[in-house]
């Protein structure tokens, strides 16, 4: 929080404004009872409910994603030199990572919520509908080539039975995590906080550790933790010193399903208020 001075009324308590950010197959309006819960804990936030890439619009390339989001937020980030918190939930918090890797900014605390931060190896709804005639299996012959990386979805899917293909056609989060370009990890530490949400019944986010950096160990589905990642381990964008610096906060909730968590005032409460006071 920014104290301010006010002369007829003492000291004044603002809060640092914050951009908001909705998931895969949905729109800025989904979001409108979280953007609530900001503004009834901290009357007068301002808040930023991004508005793009909605509904099947979410199915767009990542970086196209990223480039067009960035733009809509710039002027308010730019805007607010003290900072401004960023909430990002699903697909939305790969969207703000790379933001944040990508550019310059001021953002002080970057929360993930439920976001496949190491990617997703799973069956869901929408990849049925997608693609109907795959499963996780054998979706790597889908999405591992120029076509599929023109689907949001295949920029992070993660085979761990596949890795050299991931790695040679994923054009996206193989990109972010390895550290490609240096500026990415210089950018990522300007962060002040990350915090890192997601539990064990989510359904959606395969693993659900992903939510939180860890991930299925190669030609396995034993998941490895954040830690043992190797852009962990490496520090390829900057996670490592960060949570040295004690800027990581991860937090595991039961019992909260995927659609669920931007819609659960208690996940609020203990796991997003106390960072944005």
């Not at 009324?9 to 908001?20: C, E, F, K, L």
């Not at 900072?83 to 900014?105: D, E, N």
């Amino acid at each position: 929080m920014i104290p301010v001075t006010n002369v007829a009324a003492g000291i004044v308590i603002t809060y640092r404004p914050v951009v908001v950010l909705h998931g895969i197959v949905a729109s800025d309006a989904s979001m409108a009872g979280f953007v609530n819960y900001i503004q009834t804990a901290h009357p007068g936030t301002q808040v930023l409910n991004v508005d793009g890439y909605n509904d099947l619009l979410s199915f767009v390339p990542m970086w196209d994603q990223m480039k067009g989001v960035q733009a809509k937020i710039k002027s308010f980030v730019d805007d607010s030199p003290d900072g401004v918190h960023m909430i990002c939930y699903s697909q939305g918090g790969l969207t703000c990572r790379a933001i944040l890797q990508s550019f310059q900014t001021n953002i002080h605390t970057f929360v993930s919520l439920s976001s496949p931060q190491a990617g997703q190896y799973g069956d869901t709804d929408y990849l049925n509908f997608l693609f109907p005639n795959f499963t996780k299996e054998n979706l790597y012959l889908a999405l591992y080539n120029d076509l599929g990386q023109d689907v949001s979805v295949g920029n992070y899917w993660n085979d761990p039975y596949h890795q050299d293909l991931y790695y040679k056609h994923c054009n996206y989060l193989p990109l972010l995590n390895n550290g490609t370009n240096p500026a990415y990890k210089t950018n990522f530490l300007n962060v002040k906080q990350l915090v890192l949400i997601g539990g064990p019944d989510d359904g959606v986010i395969t693993p659900w550790e992903s939510s939180q950096f860890g991930f299925y160990e190669d030609n396995s589905q034993t998941v490895a933790d954040m830690k043992s990642q190797n852009f962990y381990t490496k520090d390829s964008f900057g996670l490592r010193t960060l949570d040295m610096e004690g800027k990581v906060a991860r937090y595991t909730i039961p019992g909260v399903v995927h659609t669920n968590w931007h819609q659960n005032q208690s996940v609020f409460d203990c796991c997003i208020k106390p960072w944005l006071d």
